[in-house]
């Protein structure tokens, strides 16, 4: 596939290096920023550009900017498309808005990717409009399978509900990671010691949940000695109502994808 980037910062770079290492691709970026392009260009050998070229019908165009700049940039180029496929990985943007950015072009798919596509082990949300044609929907799909994990999304409303989970989701994790960090450092362990513990207990942690027939409620369970040093540890994220914390994240976060739809769409 001939597949053009219009953005070239961190979530068009993890996908583009998984494709990249995938092979078989045409790889292209349109990114006004001469450091990030010939990075791009250096570590994953993309073609870069400084505008957008005239496509084909049988391109795809990833639209990687961020929603604020994608009204500006749809109009830049819709001129240019000639009936290219043109899958959208930004937050919140509706295809609606999108279409009519584009002078009223209908093939238009939206992604919700992770960056952990960088190391091929993302998870993406792709939703297709029921009017598409399927061989579009499915090349969205092949272009993300090239990077991880994919999950077909009925309704648009599941944009906003897998970037809440998988989308920002990583985020959410390295904020853990942190946190578990500094805990580490402050027990005394010098911080390359201290990332190592932590990531390892991470690690071991997610396979052990992968393989186990248990459940994670019970996997935490069997950490948890009664009147043991876990129980404590515990005890006090639940009085800080940490779990809940991260519910009412969650939902903040979903709530902002679907405030940018409706702020950005207006125009
Ligand atoms: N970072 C993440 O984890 C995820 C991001 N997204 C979406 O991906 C999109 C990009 O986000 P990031 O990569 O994090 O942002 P970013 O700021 O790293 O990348 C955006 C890039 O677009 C470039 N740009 C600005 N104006 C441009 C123009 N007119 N033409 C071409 N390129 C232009 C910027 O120089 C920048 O490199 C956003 O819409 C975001 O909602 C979606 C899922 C996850
Ligand atoms: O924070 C954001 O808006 C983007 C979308 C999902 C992850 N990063």
């Given at each position: ?26 790889l292209q970026v349109v990114e006004p920023d ?185 996997l935490r369970q069997n950490v948890t000695s ?42």
């Amino acid at each position: 596939m001939k597949i053009t980037f219009i953005g070239g910062g961190n979530m068009a770079g993890a996908i583009l290096a998984g494709l990249a290492r995938q092979g078989g691709h045409a790889l292209q970026v349109v990114e006004p920023d001469a450091a990030k392009r010939d990075a791009l260009a250096r570590d994953h050998g993309v073609v870069p550009l400084q505008t957008p070229p005239a496509f084909a019908a049988d391109e795809v165009v990833v639209l990687a900017v961020k929603p604020q700049q994608l009204k500006a940039v749809c109009e830049g180029i819709a001129d240019r498309l000639n009936g290219a496929l043109v899958l959208s990985i930004a937050a919140g943007v509706r295809v609606e808005a999108l279409s009519r950015w584009l002078n009223g072009h209908t093939r238009i798919v939206r992604i919700m990717p992770n960056t952990p596509a960088m190391v091929g082990r993302g998870v993406a949300g792709v939703y297709a409009p029921q009017e598409l044609a399927e061989a579009d929907a499915e090349a969205a799909e092949t272009v993300m399978r090239a990077v991880g994990e994919v999950v077909r999304l009925a309704d648009e409303t599941g944009i906003d509900d897998i970037t809440a989970v998988s989308g920002s989701g990583p985020a959410y994790v390295f904020y853990f990671i942190e946190a578990m960090m500094a805990g580490a450092v402050k027990q005394g362990f010098d911080a390359d010691t201290a990332r190592a513990l932590v990531l390892a207990t991470f690690d071991g942690a997610v396979e052990l949940a992968r393989q186990s027939p248990l459940d994670v409620a019970t996997l935490r369970q069997n950490v948890t000695s009664k009147g043991g040093t876990t129980e404590r540890a515990i005890a006090r994220f639940d009085a800080e109502g940490v779990k809940a914390a991260i519910v009412a994240g969650m939902d903040d976060c979903r709530a902002r994808s679907i405030e940018l739809g409706q702020l950005l769409s207006q125009d």
